[in-house]
């Protein structure tokens, strides 16, 4: 019989709590980065007694250069200056990220779906578990490289949002009596924590292999060739 039977007992074994528990990791990984948004308060000081002040909104995907710090031609401390945006784009690393991120919690359900309801079908056949076994390795390596992209993208933001990255931005704020300074940071908070759950992700997939790999014909393969303690080989008679 190959139709679904509902059983909660594989949740009270390491296979089925592991896949839970990388259902809800994966759904803090995307979700602090991809529901980001965020916004920096840059401080102009004219040096004739005069501030202003300039808001930069930055959101995930993280296209920088397409968000303008000055929209529109303006005059920013008796100067003139054009249309101005700010620098950088990590919007590659961060949709790979938060792709990976989705890709795991929709393997997760179908996994779990099949542990709950056709494990029978699952553990008499070949295909289901080393399918599972190659698919976890292959997540695991593809969260260690794009937690390390996202890492790396996610410096590449703080580096473009903070004030030296405006300054580079803003030709108003290179040389003359006008000192430009970001004096209101977005809370990066989300992101930082996505960058650790992702990680977090590679370690529970890592861990969850080797409790998958002990489903494979491999492994029983392995361990019914081993003789048991304390058997010896009896010599063929002559």
């Known amino acids: 019989m190959t139709g679904f039977r509902l059983n909660l007992s594989p949740l009270k074994e390491s296979l089925g709590f592991v896949k839970l528990v990388e259902w809800l990791t ?3 990984a995307f979700g602090s980065c991809g529901g980001f948004s965020g916004r920096n308060i840059i401080s102009l000081f004219c040096g004739d007694g005069m501030n202003e002040t300039l808001n930069a909104n930055f959101h995930y995907p993280f296209r920088l250069s397409q968000v303008p710090l000055v929209d529109g031609n303006t005059t920013i401390c ?3 200056v054009t249309t101005t945006h700010m620098m950088g784009d990590s919007a590659s690393a961060a949709e790979f990220f938060v792709g990976i991120g989705i890709v795991c ?3 997760s359900m179908v996994a779990l779906l099949v542990y709950l309801g056709y494990m029978h079908v699952y553990k008499d056949s070949d295909f289901g578990p080393i399918f599972d076994f190659v698919i976890t390795a292959v997540l695991v390596f593809m969260w260690l ?10 410096q590449n933001v703080k580096d473009a949002t903070d004030t030296e990255g405006i300054g580079a931005s803003l030709a108003l704020c290179k040389g003359g009596n ?4 970001v004096t ?3 809370n990066m908070r989300t992101l930082n924590i996505s960058v650790v759950f992702g990680y977090l992700n590679m370690f529970i997939w890592a861990g969850n292999a080797w409790f998958v790999y002990k489903e494979t014909r491999w492994h029983s393969q392995k361990f019914s060739s081993q003789p048991g303690p304390g058997r010896q080989q009896v010599p ?3």
Do not use: D
Not at 145 to 154: D, F, H, N, P, T
Not at 178 to 181: A, K, L, Q, R, V
């Open 78 to 80: 008796n100067h003139s």
């Open 236 to 238: 063929a008679p002559i």
């Open 145 to 154: 490289v794009c937690s390390s992209a996202w890492a790396k993208g996610l």
């Open 184 to 186: 209101n940071f977005a």
């Open 178 to 181: 006008i000192t430009c300074e």
């Open 105 to 107: 919690f929709l393997y």
């Open 26 to 28: 994966a759904i803090f």
